[in-house]
């Protein structure tokens, strides 16, 4: 089975810096795009960023300057490197990949999520 897992995640105060990794696992043919989405209880799941095989990037607009994706296909791993936090930012991150994976009885490629990493940002 593929498995997407995430670490990284914990307490901050505002202004600091945090470093999400997330590593897919299993049988992977091949992974397309990677993405980091979060999620606060009151709110629909949001796009942070997102990372074509190619490194080609797309952010959401409020968080431009502040985040950085980056992936290692070597290792099938997305990051995500998180400065001068501020408590809106506080949430549970999820790590997405659309992938090719075997022996999953799936066809093509699908997106598998992660089990969300928790992010406070607090005084």
């Known amino acids: 089975q593929v498995q997407l897992m995430e670490s990284g995640?914990?307490?901050?105060?505002?202004g600091g810096s945090?470093?999400?990794?997330?590593?897919?696992?299993?049988?992977i043919g091949h992974i397309n795009l990677m993405a980091?989405?979060?999620q606060v209880p009151w709110k629909q799941r949001e796009l942070v960023a997102s990372i074509e095989t190619g490194g080609r990037t797309n952010y959401a607009d409020s968080l431009k300057?502040?985040?950085?994706?980056?992936r290692d296909n070597a290792k099938n791993t997305v990051y995500?490197?998180?400065?001068s936090l501020i408590?809106?930012?506080t949430a549970v991150y999820y790590?997405?990949?659309?992938?090719?994976?075997?022996?999953?009885?799936?066809?093509g490629y699908n997106g598998y999520?992660?089990?969300g990493t928790q992010v406070t940002v607090s005084s």
Do not use: K
């Open 36 to 38: 980091w989405y979060r």
């Open 95 to 107: 790590c997405n990949a659309d992938l090719l994976a075997y022996g999953t009885g799936r066809i």
């Open 65 to 70: 300057g502040r985040f950085t994706i980056s």
């Open 113 to 115: 999520w992660g089990q």
């Open 80 to 83: 995500l490197q998180m400065n």
């Open 87 to 89: 408590p809106e930012d």
């Open 9 to 14: 995640g914990g307490f901050v105060q505002p």
């Open 18 to 27: 945090l470093r999400l990794s997330c590593a897919a696992s299993g049988r």
